[in-house]
């Protein structure tokens, strides 16, 4: 919205993670006047890097951002070189190349902040209050809703047609609207992230260990972006993280241990991997529509956490520009999303369980299923997700 527009929003997006922002980006994108409020102080980008299979590229495509983020990312084949033990015997081989192009299949790889940035820039810059910690959402009677927050001056309200709750794994808003509703729950492991300052041709790839996990994943200035995964109590504290790193994977194949440490100590993050495992009865509520984390809050296994909410968004904003009435357009979103985004979360969920074995039997069979596991199988699994086709969204003026 303009500065000097008065005029109420045609919607209000909580949160400014990548969820928000695509909504944001594509509410503006089809003539919508929004307002995203975000708690945090400052709009930032939390988090090293970032996989998109070609679902969320897609999405990114109908957002107006998708070359953008192609020119600031490097493209790999998904799973890059495949999967290795520690040791470095070969599981799994790459995906085949001629099946990546005839389905259009690739990853892209990026800073996190690229991406925010992308789509931060897709939305007008008056559109944004931060500091802005919503506290409530009440029907307002005919066609509005109530917003409550307080914000940078004190507590405040706004009335808009609709809410995007895209608030985030801990979603306040969710537990709003379905107190009894289950709470996402600890995957069981914990991961730590960071970009080694390199400078190198990296095809990617991945290595499984026993109950442990890394892979690496290039940037397209040579660096290389990197994840460290491990079965962990949940809170346990690490206050080095980088030395809990090189401690259980720096004696892994190589080049593993040289892009540990060629990372800075000091920016090696980490935390725990919470999934929303009893699935939502529904993702909308009268006028409001819960957005990614908020709704289907998954294991990053699959590489989908994102990707969902890229869909989720243009799906929401496509079927607003198809019906004018919010809730009936919502009930659209909810019957499109829902079943896919919760399958994928289940499929996260067993894949997580999969790689994570921990007993030496568990393992054992375990990389023997997975090194006789025929490529059609791997490549089907890989195209009932990135085949994923996102609906057209028509350019709106804005009004």
């Not at 400052?42 to 897609?58: T, V």
């Not at 989720?312 to 499109?336: F, I, K, M």
């Not at 059609?376 to 009004?399: N, V, Y």
Request: contains cysteine; charged residues 20%.
């Amino acid at each position: 919205m303009a500065a000097d527009d008065d005029r109420p929003p045609h919607a209000v997006v909580v949160g400014a993670g990548i969820g928000g922002l695509a909504a944001a980006a594509g509410l503006t994108r089809i003539g919508r006047r929004v307002l995203v409020l975000e708690r945090a102080a400052g709009l930032r980008a939390e988090g090293a890097g970032i996989s998109l299979l070609a679902n969320a590229q897609r999405a990114l495509d109908r957002l107006g951002v998708g070359a953008l983020v192609r020119q600031r990312a490097a493209v790999m084949l998904p799973g890059g070189e495949g999967v290795r033990t520690p040791s470095g015997r070969r599981l799994m081989r790459p995906t085949d190349p001629d099946f990546v192009r005839r389905h259009g299949l690739s990853t892209a790889v990026l800073l996190r902040e690229d991406l925010h940035s992308a789509l931060r820039d897709a939305v007008p810059a008056a559109s944004f209050v931060t500091g802005a910690e919503v506290t409530g959402v009440e029907e307002a009677g005919g066609d509005g809703v109530r917003v409550h927050y307080r914000g940078p001056s004190g507590p405040a309200a706004v009335t808009t047609g609709l809410v995007v709750a895209a608030d985030g794994v801990h979603s306040r808003l969710r537990q709003e609207m379905w107190p009894a509703a289950a709470r996402p729950v600890y995957s069981g492991h914990s991961v730590w992230r960071g970009v080694a300052e390199v400078n190198r041709t990296e095809p990617g790839g991945t290595t499984w260990g026993r109950g442990l996990e890394f892979g690496r994943m290039p940037l397209a200035d040579g660096r290389v972006y990197w994840y460290a995964v491990a079965n962990t109590p949940q809170g346990a504290p690490f206050p080095d993280p980088h030395a809990q790193v090189l401690r259980r994977f720096g004696s892994w194949h190589h080049p593993v241990p040289g892009l540990l440490r060629a990372t800075a100590p000091d920016r090696v993050l980490h935390h725990d991997v919470l999934e929303l495992l009893q699935p939502l009865p529904r993702y909308v509520a009268g006028r409001t529509a819960l957005l990614g984390d908020a709704a289907h809050a998954m294991t990053s296994d699959l590489g989908q956490g994102a990707c969902q909410a890229l869909e989720d968004a243009v799906v929401l904003c496509a079927v607003l520009a198809a019906r004018p009435d919010v809730p009936s357009a919502l009930r659209d979103y909810d019957a499109q999303r829902r079943p896919r985004a919760q399958s994928v979360v289940a499929a996260s969920h067993r894949m997580g369980r999969m790689k994570m074995q921990d007993r030496w039997w568990q393992v054992m069979m375990r990389n023997t299923m997975t090194a006789l596991m025929p490529p059609r199988a791997g490549e089907a699994a890989l195209a009932r997700i990135g085949d994923w086709q996102p609906p057209e969204l028509p350019l709106g003026a804005a009004s």
